[in-house]
Each structure stands twice: as structure tokens, then as C-alpha cells.
């Protein structure tokens, strides 16, 4: 969980759409990374989508795989 990093000062990529990160960040280490959507939905603030057809949950769609390993890749540079 992002808390319990927090207590143990371990760094941690965590993603956010439905929710708002800049609640939390500040009870954070300076290594958290907050990735998030920039869709014009979010956030929302709803457990589902009501969007519709190719545009449902077009916010996790944007999150691609490789901009979540990169963001873990830099942490890990910095801890070798």
C-alpha cells in the first residue's frame, strides 16, 4: 500500500484516474510518483466508467505499460 511506503520511506510508482493524487503526495517520501491520466474526465470519482464505446476507461488505456516501467526503471538507477 502507498502508506505503509510512506512509513518505510520506500519509494513507489502509484497510478491514479478515478481519484486525485495531490491529496496524498504531501504525507509522501520525495520518491513517490503519482502517474495519472490527463484525460478531461479525470478524475472522476466513480467506481465505473459512463462513458461509452471506445472511450470507456480511456483513462487506464493512456497509462501504457512502458510509461509505468520507465517511472519503476528510474527508482531502481537511483537505488543501484
Same mark, same amino acid.
Not at 500500500?1 to 518505510?8: M, T, V
Not at 495519472?36 to 466508467?49: A, D, W
Given at each position: 500500500?502507498?502508506?505503509?511506503?510512506?512509513?518505510?520511506n520506500i519509494p513507489i510508482v502509484?497510478?491514479?484516474?478515478? #481519484?486525485?493524487?495531490?491529496?496524498?503526495?504531501?504525507?509522501?517520501?520525495? @520518491?513517490?510518483?503519482? %502517474? !495519472?491520466?490527463? #484525460?478531461?474526465?479525470?478524475?472522476?470519482?466513480?467506481?465505473?466508467?459512463? @462513458?461509452?464505446?471506445? %472511450? !470507456?476507461?480511456?483513462?487506464?488505456?493512456?497509462?501504457?505499460?512502458k510509461r509505468i516501467t520507465n517511472?519503476?526503471?528510474?527508482?531502481?538507477?537511483?537505488k543501484l
Open positions: 500500500s502507498i502508506h505503509l511506503a510512506a512509513i518505510l502509484s497510478i491514479w484516474n478515478i #481519484t486525485e493524487p495531490v491529496h496524498v503526495i504531501g504525507k509522501f517520501p520525495d @520518491k513517490f510518483v503519482a %502517474l !495519472k491520466s490527463t #484525460t478531461s474526465c479525470s478524475p472522476c470519482y466513480l467506481e465505473n466508467c459512463n @462513458k461509452e464505446g471506445y %472511450l !470507456k476507461y480511456e483513462c487506464y488505456n493512456q497509462l501504457f505499460p517511472e519503476v526503471d528510474k527508482i531502481l538507477e537511483e
